[in-house]
């Protein structure tokens, strides 16, 4: 089974969480938070946020993500996630993305800054310190 097959990434806002979906996108970021590594996907309708796991991307390829769960967050906000029952498979033609650069790159700052924070809630990181800071310990 691959999941509900879906014409664009906009259809996952209307999808409840733990529904299994297919879907075509571009790679174009990828990053990784306390240990949960994940990538911004897009195609001409809209971006999202895949957690991919184990799995290996290339930025600015794309594929067909199959058998993936939708996760709903509050403020009605959805993204996606590969388990062990999910596969990717790379696609031979470009998948269109209609959103420019800029928005692309704040929208990734967005979702890999909201990533940290909860990893640093979860203990999975340190916590933030500025960089001009010095290291006390010990003092």
């Known amino acids: 089974m691959s999941g ?10 209307v999808l409840a ?47 067909e993500f199959r058998n993936a769960v939708v996760r709903e967050y509050p403020g009605g906000w959805h993204s996606a996630s590969l388990d062990e029952r999910s596969s990717i498979v790379p696609l031979d033609y470009d998948v269109p993305v209609s959103q420019d650069e800029e928005y692309i790159e704040r929208t990734f700052k967005i979702l890999s800054g909201i990533q940290r924070k909860r990893g640093r809630e979860a203990g999975r990181l ?8 010095k290291d006390r310990d010990g003092e």
């Not at 509900?4 to 806002?13: E, H, T, V």
């Not at 990053?31 to 897009?42: H, I, K, P, Q």
């Open 4 to 13: 509900k097959a879906l014409q664009n990434l906009k259809a996952l806002k």
């Open 17 to 63: 969480a733990g529904e299994r979906v297919t879907f075509r996108a571009r790679v174009l970021r990828f990053w990784e938070a306390g240990g949960l590594r994940m990538c911004l996907v897009g195609d001409a309708s809209a971006l999202t946020r895949v957690e991919i796991g184990e799995v290996r991307v290339q930025e600015d390829e794309n594929y």
């Open 126 to 133: 340190p916590p933030w310190r500025h960089p001009s800071s």
